[in-house]
Nanobody
Framework: QVQLVESGGGLVEPGGSLRLSCAAS????????MGWYRQAPGKQRELVAA???????HYADSVKGRFTISRDNAKNTVYLQMNSLKPEDTAVYYC????????WGQGTQVTVSS
């Protein structure tokens, strides 16, 4: 059974930083490409960052240069370092495989507001 547990969200002012974590179980993590997705109110869920099993990364244009995805295979954990946050980054953030599985975690809310 796949379990994805996201954490690290919160309320931050514009320009601030947050680090999200996602602990995964039920998958062969070290072989899995992983992604961070987000869903803002009234919008579709979108992939914002991905990392292959070999460590290659890909970012959506909207976050390039501000967000960094990384992984720790020993801990079955994927991270998202978010810097220079903007109000438009406000969303619920989820991790999943890339491409995603049908099972999602509860997500973690990120709110960027002054």
């Amino acid at each position: 059974q796949v379990q994805l547990v996201e954490s690290g969200g919160g309320l931050v002012e514009p320009g601030g930083s947050l680090r999200l974590s996602c602990a995964a179980s039920g998958i062969i993590f070290s072989f899995a490409a992983m992604g961070w997705y987000r869903q803002a109110p009234g919008k579709q869920r979108e992939l914002v960052a991905a990392i292959t099993s070999g460590g290659r990364t890909h970012y959506a244009d909207s976050v390039k240069g501000r967000f960094t995805i990384s992984r720790d295979n020993a801990k079955n954990t994927v991270y998202l370092q978010m810097n220079s946050l903007k109000p438009e980054d406000t969303a619920v953030y989820y991790c999943n495989k890339d491409p995603y599985l049908s099972s999602w975690g509860q997500g973690t809310q990120v709110t960027v507001s002054s």
